[in-house]
């Protein structure tokens, strides 16, 4: 079975650029999490949503957007990128909405911010 | 904000010897997740411990919930070098969102 795929995997962008990352969860899966993990440190979370709806927000700028889509499938959008959004975005699925559950992490999508 | 404090945050231990890192929180949780983040890669669930004072084994590593359950800790007996990578705690307070704690990178000395 297919785990949690993320694209692209790495990405270079500019400051003041937009960005749009991608996330399938595991088939069945109806819970999707993001997570900014910056080099050297744990990941931090960014966004959970569950059935298409938002359930859980990190303390990141407005900059910072996501949805969820029919398929159970997420973006993650961030405006006006900084320098400082350079970090590995992490995606997670689980099977429900509480975090109290394991969280299955896709590889990543690495964003360099020049 | 709610934190998780996790030492050491950097472990060098010489191959076949143990390794312990420990989570702690100031405030008690209803359950604690331990996950495995080797080099270049995500992070991988190891386990999730709910009950006060639970004790759980996975081959040679050994997770522990604190009798208040504000601490826990993960020992790996007779590291090997597929033990490598950078080992994080994590809760979900209030069950809203995921926090990680800061990570123990451990590295094995041939």
């Known amino acids: 079975d297919a785990g949690v795929t993320q694209s692209p995997t790495h990405l270079i962008k500019t400051r003041g650029q937009h960005v749009t990352l991608r996330c399938s969860p595991i088939?069945?899966?109806?819970?999707v999490s993001w997570y900014q993990q910056v080099l050297g440190q744990g990941p931090q979370f960014i966004f959970q949503?569950?059935?298409?709806?938002?359930?859980g927000r990190g303390n990141f700028p407005d900059r910072f957007s996501a949805r969820q889509f029919p398929n159970y499938s997420s973006e993650l959008n961030v405006n006006a990128l900084l320098l400082g959004d350079s970090a590995l975005y992490l995606c997670?699925?689980?099977?429900?909405?509480?975090?109290?559950?394991?969280?299955?992490f896709g590889p990543g999508t690495r964003l360099t911010v020049l | 904000g709610q934190q998780v404090m996790q030492i050491p945050q950097y472990q060098h231990v010489q191959e076949g010897e143990d390794f312990t890192t420990y989570c702690n929180s100031s405030?008690?949780?209803?359950?604690i997740q331990w996950y495995k983040q080797r080099p270049g890669g995500h992070p991988v669930f190891l386990i999730q411990?709910?009950?006060?004072?639970e004790v759980k084994k996975q081959k040679r590593l050994t997770f522990q919930f604190g009798e208040a359950k504000k601490n826990s800790s993960l020992h790996i007996t007779a590291t090997q070098t597929t033990d490598v990578g950078t080992y994080f705690c994590?809760?979900?307070?209030?069950?809203?969102?995921?926090?990680f704690g800061t990570g123990t990178r451990l590295t094995i000395i041939p």
């Open positions: 997670a699925s689980s099977l429900t909405g509480g975090l109290d559950g394991e969280q299955f």
């Open positions: 088939s069945g899966h109806k819970s």
């Open positions: 949503y569950y059935e298409k709806e938002e359930r």
């Open positions: 405030t008690t949780l209803s359950n």
């Open positions: 411990l709910v009950k006060s004072g």
């Open positions: 994590a809760v979900s307070f209030g069950n809203e969102k995921l926090t």
